[in-house]
């Protein structure tokens, strides 16, 4: 989620069974491979990384990392594997215009090319074409300068939020390599399945609230190596700052850590702590169990959007919506993947479905469907919402959800719960296409749904 704030009720109204899960957190886990990672067959055309390792250091400010990193994968297509491309999505918002925030140099196992997609993505010849089923690696120095901006990649004052900044190996699926441009309003990021091994050196004062869970804090004098284990996850992110803490524990057993800025206060903290918990409480009963044992808030204030999920980790203003929204990404994006430019309703409308159970449902939903335009879909991707901004919010996350909440009421509660956990069970870890979420829905309900979907104009897959 990229604009929280953006789909108020008044917005809209203005705009009109489950599998076992593998073992969790040993020393060992993200270097091993991705074992029962995903059910879905799909991607299965390029590069499926196995482990990303990391070792970074920041400066005394906690704005500039410098470091190395290391992406080992398997060639999961049916011929060579000459070629593999990094998403270095932390140039997306300048794109070529300045020093790159995000620059990869002294390259190993492979030649770079130059950086393409206003900066966000460099081709890297592999040394030695990685045949079916092989195992490569490249690894490369890293350099991250966190720019001055409110942002899920920005820093303010002595904060810095470090959302997409590490590169990605990006997704080659059966449509081609995937390799769409950064987009503002929204998310363009489509990332696999994969183990993360990471290092943070930083001044003993800055906390690193990251995804993952810590295996080891080590001092020495003024500074501290934070070493995270993040395995099965599809993206790693952290922030740095002088936060304060709080820690609670969910009914399942969840340790729920809560690190916020000195302008929120602890009686704040505290309620969006138990939002997060409601909201993490609520999926695992709905949809299946949560399968990590831990979740990050970090609350602070942010410009130009209110939160924005990553693995085990979220951003979010001090307030319940986005709390509850951005918790509520564990399941649609997290857990269970989709190409989020291609498909932003995949995660964003199941999303809001899910914020809306818990926090009520919308009372513009008695209008909806609301089409500004002949051309306006739900099941658009960002390549038409980018161009129609006005639209996207309205369409996906108002409309969104409550055709969710309209399809509930036609097929009855426990056919809406039993299609969703379905779904959640056949896709965990993997990356899901609309036609997928259609069928495990269908398959819960004597219902024919043709007619729904095309009266909410989503059929595409």
């Given at each position: 989620?990229?604009?929280?704030?953006?789909?108020?009720?008044?917005?809209?109204?203005?705009?009109?069974?489950?599998?076992?899960?593998?073992?969790?957190?040993?020393?060992?886990?993200?270097?091993?491979?991705?074992?029962?990672?995903?059910?879905?067959?799909?991607?299965?055309?390029?590069?499926?990384?196995?482990?990303?390792?990391?070792?970074?250091?920041?400066?005394?400010?906690?704005?500039?990392?410098?470091?190395?990193?290391?992406?080992?994968?398997?060639?999961?297509?049916?011929?060579?594997?000459?070629?593999?491309?990094?998403?270095?999505?932390?140039?997306?918002?300048?794109?070529?215009?300045?020093?790159?925030?995000?620059?990869?140099?002294?390259?190993?196992?492979?030649?770079?090319?130059?950086?393409?997609?206003?900066?966000?993505?460099?081709?890297?010849?592999?040394?030695?074409?990685?045949?079916?089923?092989?195992?490569?690696?490249?690894?490369?120095?890293?350099?991250?300068?966190?720019?001055?901006?409110?942002?899920?990649?920005?820093?303010?004052?002595?904060?810095?939020?470090?959302?997409?900044?590490?590169?990605?190996?990006?997704?080659?699926?059966?449509?081609?390599?995937?390799?769409?441009?950064?987009?503002?309003?929204?998310?363009?990021?489509?990332?696999?399945?994969?183990?993360?091994?990471?290092?943070?050196?930083?001044?003993?004062?800055?906390?690193?609230?990251?995804?993952?869970?810590?295996?080891?804090?080590?001092?020495?004098?003024?500074?501290?190596?934070?070493?995270?284990?993040?395995?099965?996850?599809?993206?790693?992110?952290?922030?740095?700052?002088?936060?304060?803490?709080?820690?609670?524990?969910?009914?399942?057993?969840?340790?729920?850590?809560?690190?916020?800025?000195?302008?929120?206060?602890?009686?704040?903290?505290?309620?969006?702590?138990?939002?997060?918990?409601?909201?993490?409480?609520?999926?695992?009963?709905?949809?299946?169990?949560?399968?990590?044992?831990?979740?990050?808030?970090?609350?602070?204030?942010?410009?130009?959007?209110?939160?924005?999920?990553?693995?085990?980790?979220?951003?979010?203003?001090?307030?319940?919506?986005?709390?509850?929204?951005?918790?509520?990404?564990?399941?649609?994006?997290?857990?269970?993947?989709?190409?989020?430019?291609?498909?932003?309703?995949?995660?964003?409308?199941?999303?809001?479905?899910?914020?809306?159970?818990?926090?009520?449902?919308?009372?513009?939903?008695?209008?909806?469907?609301?089409?500004?335009?002949?051309?306006?879909?739900?099941?658009?991707?960002?390549?038409?919402?980018?161009?129609?901004?006005?639209?996207?919010?309205?369409?996906?996350?108002?409309?969104?959800?409550?055709?969710?909440?309209?399809?509930?009421?036609?097929?009855?509660?426990?056919?809406?719960?039993?299609?969703?956990?379905?779904?959640?069970?056949?896709?965990?870890?993997?990356?899901?296409?609309?036609?997928?979420?259609?069928?495990?829905l269908q398959s819960a309900t004597t219902v024919d749904l043709g007619d729904f979907w095309l009266r909410w104009r989503n059929t595409a897959d």
């Amino acid at each position: 989620m990229r604009h929280a704030r953006l789909f108020s009720a008044a917005t809209i109204v203005v705009a009109a069974a489950i599998p076992a899960v593998p073992a969790y957190a040993t020393p060992d886990a993200a270097t091993a491979p991705v074992a029962g990672s995903a059910s879905a067959a799909y991607p299965a055309a390029g590069p499926q990384p196995v482990a990303y390792q990391v070792r970074l250091s920041a400066d005394d400010t906690g704005a500039t990392w410098r470091g190395h990193q290391r992406v080992a994968f398997v060639n999961n297509g049916s011929g060579p594997l000459d070629t593999v491309w990094l998403r270095l999505w932390g140039n997306g918002p300048d794109g070529c215009t300045t020093t790159p925030a995000i620059a990869v140099s002294a390259l190993e196992g492979g030649k770079a090319g130059p950086l393409a997609v206003g900066c966000t993505a460099l081709p890297v010849r592999l040394s030695r074409p990685a045949a079916p089923g092989g195992v490569a690696a490249v690894a490369f120095d890293l350099t991250i300068r966190v720019p001055e901006r409110a942002d899920r990649f920005g820093r303010v004052g002595p904060y810095s939020f470090l959302g997409n900044a590490l590169p990605l190996l990006a997704v080659r699926d059966e449509r081609g390599w995937q390799l769409p441009p950064y987009v503002a309003n929204a998310e363009s990021f489509y990332s696999l399945t994969s183990n993360f091994a990471v290092s943070l050196n930083h001044p003993k004062e800055l906390a690193v609230p990251a995804t993952g869970t810590v295996l080891a804090e080590k001092r020495n004098g003024g500074r501290t190596t934070t070493t995270i284990t993040a395995p099965l996850v599809r993206d790693f992110a952290w922030a740095a700052g002088p936060f304060r803490r709080a820690e609670t524990r969910t009914a399942t057993g969840v340790r729920l850590r809560t690190w916020y800025t000195p302008d929120v206060t602890a009686e704040t903290a505290a309620e969006v702590q138990g939002q997060v918990a409601r909201a993490m409480e609520f999926a695992a009963g709905e949809y299946g169990p949560y399968p990590y044992p831990e979740m990050d808030t970090v609350i602070g204030g942010f410009d130009g959007f209110s939160g924005m999920e990553y693995p085990t980790l979220i951003l979010t203003e001090p307030a319940t919506l986005p709390a509850v929204h951005e918790a509520a990404h564990q399941w649609w994006y997290a857990l269970v993947g989709n190409d989020e430019y291609a498909h932003p309703w995949l995660d964003e409308s199941l999303t809001q479905y899910t914020t809306t159970k818990l926090l009520g449902i919308p009372d513009y939903c008695a209008g909806a469907p609301f089409w500004f335009s002949d051309s306006m879909r739900i099941d658009a991707g960002m390549d038409y919402y980018d161009t129609r901004r006005d639209e996207y919010v309205p369409a996906v996350y108002g409309d969104g959800a409550c055709m969710f909440h309209e399809l509930e009421a036609l097929i009855g509660d426990d056919a809406m719960r039993t299609g969703l956990r379905r779904y959640l069970a056949a896709q965990k870890f993997g990356v899901a296409r609309p036609a997928e979420l259609r069928a495990a829905l269908q398959s819960a309900t004597t219902v024919d749904l043709g007619d729904f979907w095309l009266r909410w104009r989503n059929t595409a897959d």
